[in-house]
Structure formats: C-alpha cells, structure tokens
C-alpha cells in the first residue's frame, strides 16, 4: 500500500527558530496536506495543495508540493511555544480513495 | 456551530465485552472517515463511509470490527470481543465532499479513547 515517510520523527528547537519538515513517497499523490495535532486533541488542517510545484502559505507556515508529487515540505517560521504538537503529512491519489498519512513529526519549542 | 461530535471520549471495557464508538459528523457533511491512533504513532485509515454506503473499508480488521452509517443518526464503529490489542484512540473526520469530490480537507474530532483491560 501507500506510504509516507516523515523526516525527522522529531525535533527539539528554542523559541523563534525556524523548522524544516518533510514528507516523501514511493508513489504519486496528486493533493497533499498537512496537519497538526495537538495533545489529546484531534489533527486539525493546516495547508492543502492541489498542485504540483505550488508555494502555499498560511501566516508562519508555508508548505511546497514537490514537482516530482512524491513530496512536500512544511516549514514554520519564528517558531512559538504553541506550535509544539505532531504535524502530519497526509496523501490523496485521487477523490475517490482515501487519505493517507505519516507517521508524524513531533515538535517541541524551548522557551 | 458543532464540529465533530465524538462519544464516548473515554472507554473502558474488558476483554470480551463489545466496544461502540459514536460520531456525528458536522452539519452539512455526508462523507465519515474512521482512524485508528497507537501511542506514539500516526493515523491508520479504517473505513470511509457515505450515508448507507461504505465506501472503502480496506481498513478494517476482517474480524470483530463492523462499522455504518445510518440514513438516520451516528455513524456507530463496532468492535466485538475486544482483545488487548484494541486499545487505542479511535478519531473520526468528516467532509463536505464540495460536489461530491474528497478533497482530504478533513475535519476531525476529538477522538475516542478505548482502554481493554
């Protein structure tokens, strides 16, 4: 089945820096999403891109659909404490089939 | 304006007894989506089901899991004889389907949390 590898599974940075995150797959999706899910709490949409090469933004974040469609980037800038939680990348093939997702990144802000 | 209502939060059953996972999807919505969370892990698909439809189940265990989607009411997930191993967060999502197309542009409740003692 389809699979989506997320790098790294966690990460440890001071307040105000910027993260780097990425999610890649052997096989082709055709909508890529991100997602964060906060402890206790139920994964909540962050950005959706439809498009190959698209540059999304949604205030500090901004996610890359990769050109090949086996990939996508989330990057958050001047991060804060309130962006600590697990950020998912999650796959669709087409409307008809179901959302894949990763394993997640879990991201922990130092004050 | 609710978001997705899922019950119970917490549940707690013995090995054996049977498990029901309510959740009523927002307001206007028509497609359900059950997920299974492990500790630490990500979100496994289970099932994807329209009003009296299932969609795609390719999810779901073979055995002891069964879930719907009435024309009336919840959509119910059912775990029967529950074995150690079923303990997890059970998270179901649904869509607005714009069109009748998914769009993966899910909106997820707060999960139910089983515990098989």
């Known amino acids: 089945g389809q699979q989506l590898n997320q790098n790294p599974q966690s990460m440890f940075i001071q307040e105000g820096e910027d993260v780097s995150m990425n999610c890649t797959s052997s096989?082709?999706?055709?909508?890529w999403l991100w997602y964060k899910q906060d402890p206790g709490e139920g994964p909540v949409l962050l950005i959706a891109?439809?498009?190959?090469?698209e540059l999304t933004s949604n205030g500090r974040l901004t996610a890359q659909f990769g050109i090949t469609r086996k990939d996508s980037f989330l990057n958050i800038s001047a991060s804060i404490p309130s962006d600590v939680g697990i950020y998912f990348c999650?796959?669709?093939?087409?409307?008809?089939?179901?959302?894949?997702f990763g394993e997640g990144t879990q991201l922990t802000v130092n004050p | 304006n609710a978001g997705v209502m899922q019950n119970p939060r917490h549940l707690v059953r013995r090995r054996g007894q049977e498990a029901r996972l309510r959740c009523s999807p927002m307001?206007?919505?028509?497609?359900v989506y059950w997920y299974r969370q492990l500790p630490e892990e990500g979100l496994k698909f289970m099932v994807y089901?329209?009003?009296?439809?299932?969609?795609?189940e390719s999810g779901m265990p073979k055995e002891r899991f069964s879930a719907e989607f009435p024309k009336e009411g919840p959509s119910i997930l059912r775990i029967q004889q529950v074995v150690r191993g079923d303990s997890a967060a059970y998270f179901c999502?649904?869509?607005?389907?714009?069109?009748?197309?998914?769009?993966?542009?899910?909106?997820f409740g707060e999960g139910s949390r089983l515990t098989v003692l």
């Open positions: 096989s082709i999706f055709n909508t």
């Open positions: 999650a796959g669709l093939w087409d409307s008809g089939s179901r959302l894949t």
């Open positions: 999502a649904s869509s607005p389907a714009l069109a009748g197309v998914n769009t993966g542009e899910l909106f």
């Open positions: 089901l329209q009003k009296e439809n299932i969609i795609d």
């Open positions: 307001k206007g919505h028509s497609h």
């Open positions: 891109l439809y498009k190959a090469g």
